[in-house]
């Protein structure tokens, strides 16, 4: 006769086509009922109108008749809580890193365990903790981190970068780092060193010019995972490069990295100023500070004092006013910015007497200056 054991080992073998793991280690299998050789599986898939359901269903029907004594497989389908799902994803994270996969949150004792905590986030921490946002991508965000986190090194601060724009992760290319992850004795992971700045990235996890195709309680994870199990040294400044818009990771920034201010990176013209209030309004409605608005590509230096203004004028300035916050400052379009990003040689490096690069040290010393008002 089958039994709940025999069921269970062969639902071990099917997976979920999302995520890659076992339905039984993602905790999505709640309940087996057996009546003879009749079989009963209840399945919670991680979102309701799953575009794959009928392929879970398909492969633990045939997987659980063959065992035997089976006469009838019978799948029903539910549909995880928000809880289930976010420790399904844990899981799911967990075994793509090598972890043995941990208990579900709510039988986890209480404790730091389950919170995004880090030293650097403790209130007695003298670390900045800066998150660079844009309300939408292109406007040069991740650029004008890694060369602020360039200004803030050379102004005498241990500076260390997270970047969070996972789908667009470019710091380690931008900043000259490469290379695999490595872990130290207490296998937390080592920080790329480049150009004096500590970076970690998912460019350390994943091969090159390879897609991360997660969803949006994955993000969060990485985030904690960032937090965590990294061996940050002491750092003056943390910079958080963010992916653009109102998503899951700037969510996570605004609602658990309390301590965390924004800085916002927009371009002068009027869609990238009215994106970029929302973002705005996502930290407001946080309680978050936003510490000030940089506004990138603002103008081509033409000699003698004149600007060709590319993208219009007064985008920046426009909404440090909406926002009550000040405008630090307004990054030329200079070729010089790119080709260091290129190179990974950030522009205050390999262009140190261009106005970009006086610019960006500018606007490091004014974010020094209002983080410690």
Known sequence: MVNHGMVLSALGAVTDPELHYDIVTLNMVRNIAIQGGEVTVDVALTVAGCPLHQRIEQDVTQAVEKLPGVSSVQVRLDVMNDEERRNAFARAFQKSQGQKASAPEAQRPPGREGNLWSPMLGESSETVVLGIASGKGGVGK?????????????????????????????????????????????????????????????????????????????????????????????????????????????????????????????????????????????????????????????????????????????????????????????????????????RGTPVLLSAPDSEAAITFLQVAQKIHAAAHA
């Open 142 to 342: 991740s650029t004008v981190t890694a060369n602020l986190a360039v200004a803030l090194e050379r102004l005498g601060f241990r500076v260390g970068v997270m970047d969070m724009d996972i789908y667009g992760y470019s710091q380690g290319r931008m900043l000259g780092a490469h290379g695999q992850a490595r872990a130290n004795q207490e296998q937390k992971i080592i920080p790329w060193n480049a150009q004096g700045v500590h970076v970690v990235s998912m460019g350390m996890f994943v091969p090159d010019n390879q897609a991360v195709v997660w969803r949006g309680p994955m993000l969060g994870k990485m985030m904690q995972q960032f937090f965590t199990d990294v061996a940050w040294p002491e750092l003056d400044y943390l910079l958080i490069d963010l992916p653009p818009g109102t998503g899951d990771v700037a969510l996570d920034v605004a609602q658990r990295l309390p301590k965390a201010s924004l800085v916002i990176v927009t371009t002068p013209q009027v869609v990238a100023r009215e994106v970029a209030m929302r973002t705005a309004d996502v930290a407001q409605r946080a309680q978050q500070r936003v510490l000030g608005i940089i506004e990138n590509m603002s103008y081509i230096p033409m000699g003698g004092g004149e600007r060709m203004e590319v993208f219009g004028r007064g985008g920046g300035e426009e909404l440090s006013k909406q926002l009550d916050v000040p405008l630090l400052g307004q990054i030329p379009l200079e070729s010089s910015v790119r080709e260091g990003g290129d």
